[in-house]
């Protein structure tokens, strides 16, 4: 199984705390949940060496689910049309548009782009996966006859 488990001192090499024969148990967090800022995104958590602890053996952890929340996503879309007539059946429209206008850093969650970033033990442990899209402008023409 990858693990050794040693009920009478108490020693567990592995990742199976609860005895239960499958390794992915949850450790043991001091906090309940973390909110994250943008720069802990950018350049990753830095948590203290005793933010998780091992359960005792035969316990289950105490880190819940969605104990670390992803950044969020924040882009605003803009876009302009401008009608020419030209006769009563003729008209041209211009378009501008642009795609994340004020070019907000979004970043992907760790783990993103088949990157292992999400195990706890990794030294970039929390930090984004890369970052979506940057602000994107197009024009066109639209001719309706």
């Given at each position: 199984m990858g693990f050794v488990a040693d009920p009478a001192n108490c020693l567990n090499?592995?990742?199976?705390?609860n005895l239960d024969g499958i390794g992915n148990d949850r450790p043991n967090?001091?906090?309940r949940n973390v909110n994250a800022s943008h720069d802990q995104w950018a350049n990753g958590f830095n948590l203290p060496d005793t933010f998780f602890t091992s359960p005792c053996l035969g316990c289950v952890g105490n880190l819940g689910r969605n104990t670390f929340v992803g950044p969020a996503f924040w882009a605003a879309d803009m876009s302009i049309f401008k009608d020419f007539n030209f006769s009563e059946r003729v008209r041209l429209q211009f378009r501008a548009?642009?795609?994340?206008?004020?070019n907000h850093t979004n970043f992907q969650l760790p783990g993103a782009n088949f990157a292992r970033k999400n195990g706890i033990d990794a030294l970039n442990f929390g930090q984004a996966g890369g970052t979506f899209n940057p602000r994107n402008v197009q024009f066109g023409f639209k001719l309706t006859y």
């Open positions: 090499t592995g990742g199976d705390y967090a001091t906090a548009e642009a795609f994340n206008v004020f």
